[in-house]
């Protein structure tokens, strides 16, 4: 027996008597019905999904890396990604299949970049980085409040983040903790706060600039749950997508419709309960869930922005009278926070303990901006890791 068929055995029998991972990639003309199909996997796994779930599959992107764990030759669990956060996992029990939503295990890389200008905000970052999502990140920092195109040759810009990393890759966009943007030598600190805004030093919120055609579809008390692809659901016990918004509100409060357009859907949706569908132009659908009544319009019927199309209740699968408000482009979930806003927009300012809470932000980067600024290179730097599948603070630096 030569040594090609050796190894050829010692493989096939290694693969027959232990477990191995392999990474494949996802084709663009798979489907995932065609894809279970394929595995000899129960299409039953599927259609026993919540309409959530379901929806969430849809997610996985043409060219995305997944994971089989095969054991004596036949698969043991399937690992897909389908956002930042969740991987879809499919498990062969005794039982036969099962599938659910579970975290993605990753490594939290903390970093710093320095730059100075030289040809502008967008090129340097990119000519330092490679990639344009420092710049996008930046946008989102300054929320347009700032006129960063003014910035000018010698600006500095200094970025305190962290990136989630996976098989030594990063793979989501970097989270800026705290940065410094000067504007012809005029300084802009942005520190992160735990609503996921941006304040300066002194606790004033970047106030977004741009106008929207989505108004808020009701009078809330609070946001009882934010749009995330990770939740984990109060009454179910498990992880699922949260697509959408939920404004906890007073049983009876008006439902407006926050754009103009036609009423495609006005019935029961299994967990949404009474649910109002109401499509708009550019490929746009807003979602109202939960109503304890509709209004007077019916299916067909075109509202104007404003107008009243059901009242809040606790309908379906609900802790409480609430909201859940969700916007769609072309099929695909997405963020409703980046669309709406109020009719007028308030200065806001953090108050008591929020503001206690950023001034020792404030105060743990302060040396560390001193420090950076001190050196005169440029800055990539790879500052600590050690966190694994965890949401925890890591060590200052």
Same mark, same amino acid.
């Given at each position: ?19 191995? +991972? ?56 399937? &690992? *897909? ?11 062969? #029990?005794?039982? #036969? ?7 993605? /295990? ?16 967008? !090129? ?20 347009? +409040? ?28 970097? $989270? ?38 989505? *108004? ?18 109060? *009454? ?44 708009? /132009? ?6 109202? +869930? ?39 482009? &072309?099929?695909?979930? *997405? ?13 806001? !300012?953090? !108050?008591?303990?929020?503001? !206690? $809470? ?27 890791? $050690? ?7 890591? /060590?200052?630096?």
């Amino acid at each position: 027996m030569n040594l090609k068929l050796i190894s050829i055995f010692f493989l096939l029998t290694l693969t027959m008597t232990s477990s191995i +991972a392999q990474e494949y990639k996802w084709s663009k003309k798979l489907t995932f019905l065609g894809f279970l199909k394929k595995h000899h996997i129960p299409q039953k796994i599927y259609y026993d999904m919540d309409r959530e779930d379901r929806e969430l599959i849809q997610e996985i992107k043409a060219g995305q890396n997944y994971t089989i764990n095969w054991k004596k030759g036949k698969i043991s669990t399937i &690992n *897909i990604p389908v956002s930042d956060d969740l991987m879809l996992q499919i498990k062969r #029990g005794k039982k #036969g299949y099962s599938a659910k939503y579970v975290p993605i /295990p990753y490594k939290l890389i903390e970093k710093t970049i320095s730059i100075r200008i030289k040809n502008g905000l967008d !090129k340097d970052l990119y000519r330092a980085t490679k990639t344009h999502y420092y710049y996008k990140e930046i946008k989102e920092v300054y929320s347009k +409040a700032l006129p960063l195109h003014k910035m000018r040759r010698g600006d500095r810009v200094i970025l305190f983040y962290t990136q989630r990393y996976r098989h030594n890759k990063p793979y989501t966009s970097p $989270k800026i903790e705290a940065c410094l943007i000067e504007i012809n030598r005029k300084p802009y600190y942005g520190f992160l706060m735990d609503d996921n805004k941006y304040y300066d030093s002194t606790g004033v919120k970047y106030q977004r600039t741009y106008k929207t055609r989505f *108004i808020l579809p009701v009078s809330y008390k609070r946001i009882s749950s934010r749009f995330t692809q990770s939740r984990y659901h109060p *009454i179910l016990r498990r992880y699922r997508a949260h697509l959408g918004i939920d404004y906890a509100a007073r049983r009876g409060n008006r439902i407006v419709a926050s754009s103009s357009g036609k009423i495609v859907f006005k019935g029961w949706k299994g967990g949404y309960g009474r649910v109002v569908e109401i499509k708009h /132009p550019g490929g746009l659908k807003t979602l109202y +869930a939960h109503m304890s009544r509709f209004g007077r319009y019916n299916r067909g019927d075109y509202v104007k922005q404003g107008q009243v199309i059901g009242y809040v209740g606790s309908s379906g699968r609900s802790t409480g009278p609430h909201l859940h408000f969700g916007l769609y482009k &072309n099929g695909h979930a *997405i963020n409703p926070a980046r669309y709406v806003a109020k009719r007028q927009a308030k200065k806001v !300012k953090l !108050k008591g303990k929020k503001y !206690k $809470k950023l001034r020792k932000r404030v105060s743990h980067f302060r040396p560390q901006f001193r420090e950076v600024k001190e050196r005169k290179s440029s800055i990539i730097k790879k500052e600590s890791s $050690k966190c694994l599948n965890c949401f925890k603070k890591l /060590p200052p630096r």
